[in-house]
């Protein structure tokens, strides 16, 4: 455990300071490469938009970015579990926040934080900077303090001001009861609950729940003194004082006497399995404390086994996560430029968030989701923090709300386009490798690196076994790979488990396994013996197919080339598949797959054909609808000419296999991306901007992926190999170790499903 926490910390900070240190920077929405773009952009242009906002405020929603930016504030008073490490200790945590704004509602995120301990200053530093931001998320702020900084800020700011620390916790675990009091036949007006902890998180929830209903004498709150009644003087303040209950109960254990409900905000082992054998029928248990809960889910399991459990852990079912909240509350309440976030807001978001765990999941999630089935039930009463449809519903919702209580000052007059909006502000593929990673930790798997000699390696190995995905097997001279971890300083990777080729146990076995494979084509017993000592991609490879591993990853020092002529030479193409490399590029969060970029150099119009299915397929289980373009220099014909023709005739294979996708071409790449340019031609099939670009030859697939790599800054994910008998995955020559982690996770996934 201890060299678990070392190897995170060691991680987490080269995760920090690598590349740019830090975790976000600037970049300009407007392109600025001419003399003219930047007069208009700054002097003398500039001037214009400023005197239309001198006339009329609200136009610095038209010219600025003020309607998508998003202060995120701290005084690093009350910092995750850290407690109080002042403002600039906490900016790494802000930092975070503004990414998650980023990442999961496409709201600009700046991080401010305001070294100051005092409310009055504190407020006053917000208070002036408050025309620079369309929304406040205060953040990591000590109670009670919190509460006043929250409510002073509301009445002198026209804008949204939410502090997450209350409110988000409260919103998702609203959600979650809402569903567990369904499933339990009970109604929120009768149930009785009880709360351990008095900070931020507790007292918004019950405010939360006692707005949707919840009657005031059937909560009761607990501290660290036990009990808070009316009549208590001890460790009192106004916001207690106003949730005091008129009971003769004084401790928790006495308070979850006959209990419906339990939300535990306070710390780890608060909770005994006789306080929860004590509770009433089907008791609702969200142990909430981080990083470990009030009592685990396995002690309730072991005296109540009617009970519905919540925590705030990733690793049990029903997390109360405030990911689901905070991002998409925000981007409802900016779209129509609302005041405030009120209470029915709030109650909007949390109705909306249990509506959508009781809807059906539907394919294209389960599928990111590696088959996992997720329906409602005991074990699914909260959305999943990687569902894709999140920012719709609760957006959506939120946005309404504000409407329906006058604080919207913008209203939104076409709901469904609304909708539209908010699905393609998003792209669901780095939630699908988290889901991948998530289920990967579930079902670990043996996978072998390959070049276990090399320090990005090793690195990789460590932090794929470090984050619970597998079992990580290295490749190598042992001495070597142990000197090495040595030199490098690393902690944890003394246990990886490691093979010399040479030497290994298993090396007569993949001999004659190999000999068996090749000796009809060409090689001779010594040949296969000089390939598995010598080759580490046969012999990882062997290990693979004879069952040895479940799934293997190389690439990082030899090309692709001559990883995929090792491979093959020992593992098989999968029936009726064909072989190939579909790679995944994400630019300014759009993602397109790119496919065949490394195996078929001039594919078939049935080849072609075969790519388009299977880089379909694939693009489903990362949560996407695939629209499918075949891709040529040629739109529809014009100009015909020869070389356009196997795209065309692609196209006439696929009319006849009656596929279950979009697809249409030959076209050119601005009309299968620009709706603009598409509009030139209305027969094209295409609903939408084709996510699938089945590209004419090898060529100008491996260039397009590696140009928007370099030159437009595009992420990259992959070269995804496809349609071999066992996992196998292939890096790019020089890749980072997150890199290499992704294709192991995507190798071991690949292993579970197969």
């Not at 006053?124 to 998320?137: H, K, M, Y």
């Not at 939630?431 to 289920?439: E, F, K, P, V």
């Not at 140009?707 to 020559?733: C, D, N, T, W």
Request: hydrophobic share 45%; with cysteine; proline share 5%.
């Amino acid at each position: 455990m201890d060299n678990d926490k070392s190897t995170m910390a060691r991680d987490a900070l080269l995760f920090h300071s690598s590349g740019r240190p830090g975790k976000i920077e600037i970049t300009p929405t407007k392109p600025l490469t001419t003399q003219r773009e930047l007069s208009l952009a700054y002097s003398p242009g500039v001037a214009v938009p400023c005197l239309e906002i001198e006339k009329d405020p609200a136009k610095a929603y038209d010219y600025t970015s003020r309607g998508n930016l998003v202060a995120v504030i701290s005084n690093g008073t009350a910092v995750l579990g850290l407690g109080d490490i002042g403002a600039l200790a906490s900016k790494p945590v802000m930092e975070g926040k503004a990414v998650l704004f980023k990442r999961f509602a496409d709201v600009d995120g700046l991080d401010l934080e305001v070294d100051t301990r005092d409310v009055d200053e504190f407020v006053n530093c917000v208070r002036f900077l408050g025309q620079t931001f369309g929304g406040i998320n205060l953040e990591d702020i000590k109670a009670p303090e919190c509460f006043i900084i929250e409510q002073r800020l509301k009445e002198l700011l026209d804008i949204p001001v939410f502090h997450d620390d209350q409110h988000g916790t409260a919103i998702i675990a609203a959600a979650g009861l809402i569903n567990a009091l369904q499933l339990t036949g009970r109604d929120l007006r009768e149930s009785k609950l009880v709360v351990n902890g008095a900070g931020a998180a507790a007292i918004a929830c019950i405010e939360l729940l006692k707005a949707m209903g919840m009657p005031h004498d059937h909560v009761i709150m607990c501290d660290t003194r036990g009990v808070i009644y009316q009549g208590r003087e001890q460790g009192m303040n106004q916001w207690k004082s106003a949730h005091a209950a008129v009971t003769d109960r004084r401790t928790l254990a006495e308070a979850l006497e006959g209990a419906d409900v339990f939300f535990g905000l306070s710390a780890k082992g608060a909770v005994t399995t006789d306080m929860v054998k004590s509770m009433g029928p089907q008791p609702i248990i969200f142990a909430m404390a981080n990083p470990d809960p009030e009592i685990t889910p396995e002690d309730v399991m072991s005296v109540r086994d009617d009970a519905i459990i919540a925590t705030g852990r990733s690793d049990y079912p029903n997390q109360v996560n405030n990911v689901l909240g905070f991002p998409y509350i925000f981007r409802g309440a900016l779209d129509v430029r609302a005041s405030e976030i009120n209470e029915a807001m709030k109650i909007a978001a949390a109705n909306a968030l249990a509506e959508l765990a009781r809807q059906d999941v539907p394919d294209e999630v389960d599928a990111a989701y590696s088959g996992r089935r997720l329906h409602y039930g005991r074990e699914y009463i909260i959305p999943a923090p990687f569902d894709p449809r999140l920012i719709v519903h609760v957006s959506a919702a939120v946005a309404q709300a504000a409407m329906d209580t006058g604080v919207a000052r913008k209203p939104i007059e076409d709901m469904d386009a609304y909708r539209a909006s908010l699905s393609g502000r998003l792209d669901p593929s780095a939630a699908s490798l988290q889901m991948i990673l998530d289920t990967i930790r579930k079902t670990p798997q043996r996978v072998v690196f390959a070049e276990g000699e090399e320090e990005k390696t090793i690195r990789a190995a460590v932090a794929f076994a470090g984050g619970g995905y597998g079992i990580p097997i290295l490749i190598g001279r042992e001495e070597r790979i142990r000197d090495k971890i040595v030199e490098m300083g690393i902690v944890g990777a003394e246990q990886l488990e490691i093979h010399n080729a040479r030497l290994s146990r298993f090396n007569q076995k993949y001999i004659e396994f190999l000999y068996n494979r090749l000796q009809r084509k060409g090689a001779l017993q010594r040949d296969c013996q000089r390939m598995v000592n010598q080759d580490r991609n046969v012999f990882a490879a062997c290990m693979v197919a004879t069952g040895d591993a479940d799934a293997m990853v190389t690439g990082l020092t030899r090309s692709f080339g001559v990883a995929i002529d090792d491979i093959t030479r020992v593992i098989d193409e999968r029936p009726n598949e064909l072989l190939m490399a579909l790679t995944m590029v994400i630019v300014r969060g759009r993602t397109v797959f790119i496919a065949d970029t490394n195996v078929h150099e001039l594919p078939t119009p049935e080849q072609l054909a075969d790519i388009a299915c299977q880089a379909a397929a694939k693009a489903r289980t990362f949560g996407h609808e695939p629209r499918v373009a075949l891709l040529s220099f040629s739109n529809f014909g014009n100009p015909m000419r020869e070389k356009a023709m196997r795209i065309r005739s692609a196209v006439d294979v696929l009319d006849s296999r009656e596929v279950d996708f979009e697809y249409d071409g030959e076209m050119s790449a601005d009309v299968a991306l620009d709706p603009e340019v598409r509009k030139l031609y209305p027969f094209c099939r295409l609903t939408g901007p084709a996510n699938v670009l089945v590209m004419p030859a090898l060529h100008s697939a491996n260039i397009s992926y590696k140009l928007l790599q370099r030159f437009a800054g595009g992420s990259v994910i992959g070269p995804i190999i496809m349609g071999l008998e066992k996992p196998v995955q292939i890096v790019q020559m020089g890749a980072a170790v997150s890199d290499i982690v992704n294709a192991a996770a995507i190798a071991a996934h690949e292993a579970i499903i197969a």
